[in-house]
């Protein structure tokens, strides 16, 4: 049974997943959507809310606990300034999942993950 247990492992050890998920969130704050499996997909947006959520209260402690995950102050500043302002009248679900189908070369269900609202040129 899988009582109280909140996350998924994904087939690593806990310090190689955190790595792996802090390097997935940046990038999918870099470019605003990604592909990856579905599992990550779903792993990420647990994160990825909780980054924009902290972002929407733009206070000094907020930009602290975004920088402890995200590895880039450049992306840090972009979803500060412009992510976050896109989203102030939202209350959640900021993310969407799509999938994709099954990849190749080892048959793995693949999923696109990326922001609900779209940058406004």
Known sequence: ?????DHRK???TSSHRWAMLRNLVTSFF?????????A???????IAEKMITFAKRGDLHARR???????????????????AQRFKDRQGGYTRIVKLGHRAGDNAPISLI???EKKTK
């Open 1 to 5: 049974m899988r009582h109280l247990k």
């Open 10 to 12: 994904l087939g690593r």
């Open 30 to 38: 870099e470019h605003e959507q990604i592909t990856t499996t579905d």
């Open 40 to 46: 990550k997909a779903k792993e990420l947006r647990r």
């Open 65 to 83: 606990q975004v920088l402890k995950v995200l590895r880039s102050k450049k992306v840090t500043k972009k979803l500060f300034e412009e992510i």
């Open 114 to 116: 990326e922001l609900v």
